[in-house]
């Protein structure tokens, strides 16, 4: 797809990956609806982009309120203009705790932020998105979707959730003007951990993992876009896993639970 012109909407747009996939996509010439649940995100965001406020739209809203989030298609376009694009960048991770410890409330959130929360924007804009002369729906899953990661795995869970989520909805639209891909960032130097309310055990753990800015990832992905690409994998970790897993699926397991280890509350 060429972005030029195009109307686009990020959730997640305030911090981390979405708010750089904004700065991407307004450097291309697309405009873009901006959807975060944090309004004081938001109008920093709008301030960050004064040179482009007329190509640039923001909306708090909760996307695990499905009726909010059926609402979202009419105020868009009555507000802003028709979306052409989604990008399902919101997303929150779990305690660093294994599933045994986790509570049932943090189980819930992360499903219906995570999975919940990117069904009901498909289901949403998808009609839409089917009247446009081209559409898009890109979901970010994770790393975390297509390999088991110990103090994660029920945020994997969802993630792989919406990496088969996705890849059915890719064959369900082949024969449509509707293109879709899958992001697997790896990781990232975002506030992920903060904005999703959970301590990291380890204060120096930033430090141990070489990071792809969320720069980088949200160009990858904007590239991915571009080039149309199903699979869409930002940074060396999440290729080279990716490849790792599927040739030697307990091998890379290992691998991921000794390097996760420090993470792990005791």
């Known amino acids: 797809m060429n972005v030029q012109n195009k109307v686009f909407l990020v959730t997640g747009a305030s ?6 996939l904004v700065s991407s996509l307004l450097s ?11 309004e004081e995100g938001l109008q ?13 739209a923001t909306f708090a809203v909760d996307i695990t309120d499905k009726a909010a989030v059926e609402n979202l298609p009419q105020q868009i376009e009555k507000n802003f203009a028709p979306v052409d ?9 779990q305690p660093f705790i294994k599933v045994n410890d986790l509570a049932y409330a943090d189980i819930d959130r992360v499903m219906k932020v995570n999975f919940y929360g990117t069904l009901y924007m498909i289901k949403s804009f998808l009609p839409h998105l089917l009247d446009r002369p081209e559409g898009y729906i890109v979901n970010v899953s994770s790393m975390g979707g297509f390999l088991p990661v110990p103090g994660q795995s029920v945020y994997g869970a969802s993630k792989a959730a919406v990496k ?6 890719y064959a369900e639209l082949l024969d449509t003007s509707v293109h879709v891909s899958v992001a697997f960032p790896g990781a990232t130097d975002t506030n992920i951990t903060a904005n ?14 070489n ?8 160009e990858i992905i904007v590239k991915g876009i571009e080039k149309n690409k199903p699979q869409i994998f930002t ?7 990716n490849r790792l897993y599927r040739l030697n699926p307990v091998g890379a397991t290992k691998l991921i639970a000794k390097q996760m280890k420090s993470l792990l509350a005791k």
Request: proline share 1%.
């Open 15 to 20: 911090g981390g990956i979405g708010s750089q």
């Open 211 to 218: 990071m792809l800015s969320a720069t980088d990832a949200a």
């Open 196 to 209: 999703s309310g959970v301590k990291t055990p380890s204060s120096n753990s930033r430090q141990q993992y």
């Open 28 to 38: 291309r010439g697309a405009s873009v609806a901006a959807v975060d649940l944090k």
């Open 164 to 169: 088969l989520l996705t890849e059915g909805l």
């Open 44 to 56: 920093k965001l709008h301030s960050e982009h004064r040179n482009a406020s007329d190509r640039l």
């Open 235 to 241: 940074g060396k970790d999440s290729t080279m896993m």
């Open 85 to 93: 694009s989604i990008i399902n960048c919101a997303g929150i991770i």
